[in-house]
């Protein structure tokens, strides 16, 4: 289709076939993901590298931000299953106590 994603014309919006469908409503619901700069982990990636649960890594996480020595802060990230979610993610802070 030659007209933009917000430019379309009744007639092309009524034969968008399932996958245009899809992309239209992504565009439109102005939900995207966040880009994660570098430093910020999850809960369950740091948990992989560390190699123990996600309840274990989430208390290890949640202590060192009330010690200063992280912070967190969510950033959208789409799913497995199409949707954009908050996922809380940590990352060091320079101020923290050693």
Known sequence: ???S???RTEEELLNMNPADILAFLKAKSG???DDVPPG????HGLAKA???SGQHAGNRLNQAVRDGVM???PF???TGGGMVRPVVHFRLVAKGKA
Do not use: D, F, G, H
């Open 1 to 3: 289709m030659s007209n």
């Open 5 to 7: 994603n917000n430019k």
């Open 31 to 33: 939900n995207q993901p």
């Open 40 to 43: 910020w982990y999850t809960i």
């Open 50 to 52: 560390w190699n123990i």
């Open 71 to 73: 912070e967190k802060k």
């Open 76 to 78: 959208k990230i789409a």
